[in-house]
């Protein structure tokens, strides 16, 4: 009997060093990842994924120590995400993708929502060039903030000297300033509570990008370059300005406040796949992203990011993966419209998260 037992394992092992050679390096091509060649005619891929990092999932202890210990008000914290890809390839040399990510990030004191989607065209050139042409943006729910500190952050970006401050017992405002002669205080009562409204905040971006790659036995490197131009849309309000007593109103701008821009940006980068023991197939990426902002937005200009993921192929047609991606400075350029005159000092941190998923090819 135990002989027959170690029989079966040996033979799965052969299978499974056998079906390892002929993994194809373009199996787990199922995102917007740049690459050269495309994948089989009516062939497909579809994948879910999932992304998150907290107190418990911060390998690199970035979340924690680029921004709890610095403590910006409105620095960005725990970051949730699904995720759902697909690929099709419509002839021998050309396929379609689409990607739908739904995030969410805390945000100061709160946590806002965002959706998230790429879609792009390939058409390869005997899989050594490609070029890309896509559509991608993010849209994001609209937000009340209502924490105090939060609201004070937007009013001292326009007047550094000026706050609020809540009194609950007496149902109060009190609006707050800084003098050459000393401090202001003016108090209004309240028939709800202030806040600060987020609204109409979406981006949408078209792109080209173009890929040299060529496939070996054991790996497949490729470079790319991308240029996109981006339109940006959002809106700030307050209820605040219908308690504003007289002699306080710069304490805020002209309302509503109109973030909508445009921009463009130049990506340039490398990655790859290897063929790797036990059935994986391992894919890093590098890429600089520089970016062409408005007179007095340009805080941080660009953003280095990194990418690494591991897949398991369980079958030849079910992909397990686990990865993870490194952002120097965070969120820049990756959700656009987050991106603003009152928010871009925030930009200047290090962050990332973990992903795990599933991959289904046919």
Known sequence: ???????????????????????????????????SMVIPKWSGRIGINFGKVNDTIDVFNFRESEIGSKGDTLGIGDYDHYSVYTNLGISFDSMISG????????????????????VFFRKSFNSVFSIDVGFKGNIMDSKKITNVNDINFYIRKHNPNASIEIDEENNLIWFVKQEEDGEKRAAVYKSEDPYISIYNSYDNTKYIRFSIGKAYYNFY??????????KIHGKIDTNLKYYVPEGYEDTLPSLPVNLNRDEQYVKIGINTFIRT?????????????????????????YNHVF??????????????????????????????FLYNKYTQTTFDHKYGWAEAGLIFLW
């Open 1 to 35: 009997m135990k002989k027959s037992r170690y029989i079966v394992l040996v033979l799965l092992i052969l299978a499974t060093i056998s079906y390892g050679k002929e993994l194809p390096l373009y199996a787990s091509i199922v995102k917007n990842y740049p690459a």
């Open 99 to 118: 990607t739908y990510l739904h995030r969410f990030i805390k945000y100061g004191h709160g946590t806002v929502s965002i959706h998230s989607y790429d």
């Open 221 to 230: 490197p490729n470079v790319f370059i991308e240029y996109g131009k981006t």
């Open 277 to 301: 023991p036990f059935n994986t197939l391992t894919f890093l990426e590098y890429y600089y992203l520089t970016l062409d902002r408005d007179k007095g937005l340009g805080y941080e200009h």
């Open 307 to 336: 990418r690494a993921e591991i897949n398991y192929f369980a079958t030849r047609h079910f992909v397990f993966f686990i990865g993870g991606i490194y952002l120097h400075r965070q969120l820049n350029g990756i959700i656009p």
